[in-house]
């Protein structure tokens, strides 16, 4: 069985920085894409960065330039670098991972950003 595991979110002031990171466990012979997605209260879930294995990144417009992500492909872990964060950011984080040619999520971390 696969398993997404997450850490590192928690409350932040306004212009602060968090780190998220997300293990992959289990029998993996093959993991595609990883990343990261993130749900605010009322709306719906949406990608916020995400890496494949040869190291393709995509970023949603509104963290560009703020947010990073990054990967170990030894370690089966992705993380995301969050900086100067804003209000609006957030949200229940989610991993995510193609993994076995499946697709699997992590339990979700909660970020708060405060004003």
């Known amino acids: 069985q696969v398993q997404l595991v997450e850490s590192g979110g928690g409350l932040v002031q306004a212009g602060g920085s968090l780190r998220l990171s997300c293990a992959a466990s289990g029998s993996i012979f093959s993991i595609r894409a990883m990343g990261w997605y993130c749900q605010a209260p009322g709306k719906q879930r949406e990608l916020v960065a995400s890496i494949t294995s040869g190291g393709r990144i995509n970023y949603v417009d509104s963290v560009k330039g703020r947010f990073a992500i990054s990967r170990d492909n030894a370690k089966n872990t992705v993380w995301l670098q969050m900086n100067s964060l804003k209000p609006e950011d957030t949200a229940v984080y989610y991993c995510?991972?193609?993994?076995?040619?499946?697709?699997?999520w992590g339990q979700g971390t909660l970020v708060t950003v405060s004003s």
């Open positions: 995510y991972g193609h993994v076995n040619f499946n697709d699997y």
